[in-house]
């Protein structure tokens, strides 16, 4: 019914900079509530960044702030993930997440959201 399919992941060095991109598509609805999450191998999924429906409100993991910057792109149905100073511990498949309609807050939990991509692979090298 609805698909979120992500971007611009990829293999780096320590410092550089991702785009990541997450569109979705199929029988969407006017608003999401947004989130991105992250997984390393051998390691449970964690929160990375969340957006409001209204993208009045802004959240990140206390190990992503000040460098990663999540926004939206509403006309497409798209949210962005800006990953600026990247470290190897940021070396995780990345996926976003989306749950329908309107919403003032951040969910933080996984289970929270209704819709996922399949995941893009983010390699930060030393």
């Known amino acids: 019914q609805v698909q979120l399919v992500e971007s611009g992941g990829g293999l780096v060095q320590a410092g550089d900079s991702l785009r990541l991109a997450c569109a979705a598509s199929?029988?969407?609805?006017?608003?999401?509530?947004w989130g991105w999450f992250r997984q390393a191998p051998g390691k449970e999924r964690e929160f990375v960044a969340g957006i409001s429906w209204s993208g009045d409100r802004t959240d990140y993991a206390d190990s992503v702030k000040g460098r990663f910057t999540i926004s939206r792109e509403n006309a497409k149905n798209t949210v962005i993930l800006q990953m600026n100073s990247l470290k190897p511990e940021d070396t995780a498949v990345y996926y976003c997440a989306a749950i329908a309609g309107i919403s003032g807050g951040i969910y933080y939990d996984a289970g929270a959201y209704s819709y996922w991509g399949q995941g893009t692979q983010v390699t930060v090298s030393s």
């Open positions: 199929g029988r969407t609805l006017s608003g999401y509530t």
